[in-house]
């Protein structure tokens, strides 16, 4: 199984030529899964869709966050949501996160792989600072992994714009008693830690590697997040894929 995790910045920057570079770039990849975060859904546009047509992928997704944001020049009001994208057809389930006025919604969202024995759970959770960002931080976690648990599954990976470092006390719960895994780098092309993570609770998914990562010709990245990618030998292959993916 291979899965891709990637916050897409919403419509900022230039948008229709980051969505180019960013199927470009995961097309190479050839993803089985692909966490989208900050996902852009107005104006006639439609990110996670977009995307889903251009590598043969289904998408789940879940409008969040609407309000008035600028695009091409006028107010429109949109939603930055999150997605799953799948090489087999699924249906996804979403669940509300604690939240705080300052940061807006937040929505945790997982589909479940062929046959149920692994659960895939997408996150992005609040990008406040501080000791009350990271308190925050750790309730949604809670919150999302009791959600998850809620209803029998297999192995559960968590994947997304986690908005802290795997040492952080507030993502203690992914590690349990593990050590967090070492670090990789940024996965916002700047100096400082990974804030996107691609995790199996229990241990057992090899450590992610960033891509995404390279300009092109004119100096525009696929977003302001790299992507962040793990391939994982126990996954089902390809022909446990129902037809149509």
């Given amino acids: 199984m291979r899965l891709v995790t990637l916050n897409t910045w919403k419509n900022e920057g230039a948008y229709p030529r980051r969505l180019e570079l960013m199927a470009e770039g995961l097309a190479s990849l050839d993803p089985d899964v692909l966490l989208l975060q900050e996902v852009f859904i107005g104006a006639g546009w439609d990110s996670a869709g977009w995307l889903a047509s251009r590598l043969g992928l289904h998408a789940c997704t879940?409008?969040?966050?609407?309000?008035?944001?600028?695009?091409?020049?006028?107010?429109?009001?949109?939603?930055?949501?999150?997605?799953?994208?799948?090489?087999?057809?699924?249906?996804?389930?979403?669940?509300?996160?604690?939240?705080?006025?300052?940061?807006?919604?937040?929505?945790?969202?997982?589909?479940?792989?062929?046959?149920?024995?692994?659960?895939?759970?997408?996150?992005?959770?609040?990008?406040?600072?501080?000791?009350?960002?990271?308190?925050?931080?750790?309730?949604?976690?809670?919150?999302?992994?009791?959600?998850?648990?809620?209803?029998?599954?297999?192995?559960?990976?968590?994947?997304?714009?986690?908005?802290?470092?795997?040492?952080?006390?507030?993502?203690?719960?992914?590690?349990?008693?593990?050590?967090?895994?070492?670090?990789?780098?940024?996965?916002?092309?700047?100096?400082?830690?990974?804030?996107?993570?691609?995790?199996?609770?229990?241990?057992?998914?090899?450590q992610g590697r960033r891509v995404l990562t390279h300009p092109d010709a004119e100096g525009i990245l696929p977003s302001d997040h790299c992507g962040l990618f793990v391939e994982w030998d126990d996954g089902p292959g390809e022909a446990d894929y129902p037809p149509g993916g």
Avoid: Y
């Avoid at 705080?100 to 062929?114: N, Q």
């Avoid at 976690?141 to 009791?146: E, F, N, V, Y």
């Avoid at 470092?165 to 070492?182: E, F, I, N, Q, T």
């Fill in 62 to 206: 879940v409008p969040a966050r609407l309000k008035a944001r600028p695009h091409e020049g006028t107010l429109q009001v949109c939603a930055s949501g999150m997605s799953i994208l799948t090489r087999w057809p699924t249906t996804a389930r979403h669940h509300h996160l604690p939240s705080d006025p300052r940061d807006g919604e937040r929505v945790a969202m997982s589909v479940d792989s062929p046959g149920g024995e692994i659960r895939i759970l997408n996150l992005h959770l609040t990008h406040l600072p501080g000791p009350q960002g990271d308190d925050l931080r750790a309730l949604q976690l809670a919150s999302a992994l009791g959600w998850a648990r809620s209803e029998p599954c297999g192995q559960l990976i968590v994947g997304g714009d986690l908005n802290a470092p795997a040492s952080a006390a507030c993502l203690g719960d992914l590690w349990g008693r593990s050590p967090p895994p070492p670090e990789i780098g940024s996965t916002t092309h700047g100096a400082g830690p990974a804030i996107d993570h691609l995790v199996m609770i229990g241990g057992g998914l090899p």
